[in-house]
């Protein structure tokens, strides 16, 4: 046996699985799918044809991790969807689904429509811990529905960190407003290019480029403040970022934030593409892009703030047990402090975070 490689079940991968390290036939004789290969339901398929029925293959721990996370969201997606619906997410999510169709299909909705979706969506975030609000951002959820999911969740994380920043009533609203709209110009690009199984070509890229402008074209009717902040959360503080290479305090001040809660909720979701990150390795890279790309102030209460929020939060760990969160470092976010088995444990690359576990007790 090779390394870290242990053997397993083909039904163990699943569509839109990016493998990290290369998957063996049983005796490592035969690379079957290489280093970032994108799995899909055919090749998954052509797997099993080729082994014959046997349905056993050799991937590394790395490929483990990603499975054992697909199983988090399996196991935890009744839970989930009960807060969803308590909290009213789930209708909030159905309305999103609703305007960004009407908008691929050109059509706009109006100013009454989208004020009405978004003033629910801050009332729930005036009304729910902002505990449940990091369970329901974190939790796994299926690709097919990243969109909507992504652009209610930014709603929440913006009304979050307004909070946190001590911001009047009135701009966390037109925070969460701007959250919940600002990729809405999204469904104004090819859904060929928005589904496509695997990382972005540069030319396809360009064209993803241009959703900003499109979202602040659709909200024409709003002020500008919201019209600026959505066509600005792609600019980074060094100036590289677009439509319009705007750097420093040239960003709006609420583009800068929805920068923040944007890059989050992107890393944190399940792509058609990608599989998640864990919460822990996202305020990580967010650190590590502090005044570069990232207003570095914003970033200091962000990621210091949800670092508060996951204490006492039960988590899968890389070795298959569950956690939980005892202490998180600041300097050293990725790695928290955590009880398991009853002994307290520092994680560390060898043993680390892969997943928040909600459960009906923890909320």
Known sequence: MKGNYLHGSIDDLYPGMV????????????????????????????????????????FSAET??????????????????????????????????????????????????????SEELART????????????????????????????????LNGLLGNWLGMKKADVDTLVLIGLLHDCGKASIPHKILSLPRPLTIVEFEVIKTHPVFSGNLMSDFPDTVRQAARGHHEKINGRGYPDGLSGSGIPFMARITAVSDIYDAMVSRRSYKSPNSPFRILSIIESLRDTELDGELVSVFVQSMSNEMVGKQVSLSDNRVGKVMYVDLQNVEYPVVEVDGETVLTDKSLSCVSLLYTEEEN
């Open 125 to 156: 975030v005036e009304t729910t811990a902002p505990s449940v609000i990091v369970d329901l951002v974190s939790a796994l959820s299926s690709a097919d529905e990243y969109l909507q999911r992504h652009c209610v969740n930014v709603g929440m």
């Open 19 to 58: 493998v990290p390290q290369p998957i063996y036939n049983t005796d490592m004789s035969l690379i079957l799918v290489p280093e970032g290969g994108v799995l899909t339901e055919d090749r998954i398929e052509k797997l099993k044809k080729f082994n014959e029925g046997a349905g056993q293959i050799c």
């Open 64 to 117: 483990l991790k990603l499975i054992l996370k697909r199983r988090d969201a399996i196991l935890n997606a009744p839970l989930t969807q009960a807060l969803e619906d308590e909290i009213g997410y789930t209708d909030i999510k159905q309305e999103a689904i609703e305007i960004l169709e009407r908008i691929s299909h050109e059509e706009t909705p109006s100013l009454a429509e989208l004020s009405s979706v």
